[in-house]
């Protein structure tokens, strides 16, 4: 089944710095990657998506790219806000597969942006 | 704009008992995933309902069994609660289960005694 590693496990920033987390898959079939941000007490937020027809895709300060050759994708954000603080996880999936549903999902990361 | 919602936010079991966690999908969705969040870990997939079937399964024993309602809520049922049940059980939903994406509720925190 699909493997997704995800690093690093926690990042401490500067507020205004920028901040990447970058993730690994294993199965050659994923072709939807979602990333959700997940505050104290809370489930996890979409806050942005990619499919793998697509290499790039931004929102606002929030980007993500995919390198399906290297199984890579990545969450940047720019210009990190005391918000932007909370575990992010990364997700893997086969959108218009059989086996869509089942989003397989890293380990998360601890983002902290120091005010 | 009604999200998911879950209930209860809390829930506390003995080692043995059976317990249900009921969602319901956000306005719109008809389709309903399952996950098992364990403390300081990523969600893991349980099942996901679609047209009152499932569809869909992880690695996840018989004691887990789900139903979905025509109003499109779902039940998630387990059976003979152990000690490692304990968790995070989060909901999520979809419009149809093919490739539009996930929305996830605040989950039922379930503890085992």
């Known amino acids: 089944g699909e493997n997704v590693e995800q690093h690093p496990s926690t990042l401490s920033v500067q507020e205004g710095d920028s901040a990447v987390i970058k993730c690994t898959y294993s199965?050659?079939?994923?072709?939807?990657f979602p990333w959700y941000k997940q505050e104290l007490g809370k489930g996890p937020q979409l806050i942005i998506d990619?499919?793998?027809?697509?290499g790039e895709k931004k929102d606002q300060r929030i980007a993500v790219t995919l390198n399906k050759t290297a199984k890579h994708f990545s969450l940047h954000i720019t210009e990190t806000q005391p918000e932007d603080s909370a575990v992010y996880f990364c997700?893997?999936?086969?959108?218009?597969?059989?086996?869509?549903?089942?989003?397989?999902f890293g380990q998360g990361t601890i983002l902290t942006v120091h005010p | 704009d009604a999200g998911v919602t879950q209930s209860p936010t809390h829930l506390i079991k003995t080692r043995g008992q059976q317990v249900t966690l009921r969602c319901s999908p956000k306005?719109?969705?008809?389709?309903v995933s399952w996950y098992q969040q364990a403390l300081g870990q990523g969600p893991q997939f349980i099942f996901q309902?679609?047209?009152?079937?499932?569809?869909q399964r992880g690695n996840f024993p018989d004691r887990f069994s789900g139903h979905q309602f025509p109003n499109y809520s779902s039940e998630l049922n387990v059976n003979a609660l152990l000690l490692g049940d304990s968790a995070l059980y989060l909901c999520?939903?979809?419009?149809?289960?093919?490739?539009?994406?996930?929305?996830f509720g605040d989950g039922t925190r379930l503890s085992i005694l």
């Open positions: 997700a893997a999936g086969n959108a218009g597969g059989t086996s869509y549903g089942k989003l397989t």
């Open positions: 990619i499919r793998s027809n697509v």
């Open positions: 999520a939903s979809s419009l149809g289960w093919f490739d539009q994406p996930q929305h």
């Open positions: 306005s719109g969705h008809d389709t």
């Open positions: 199965d050659s079939a994923s072709n939807y």
């Open positions: 309902y679609y047209e009152e079937e499932e569809r």
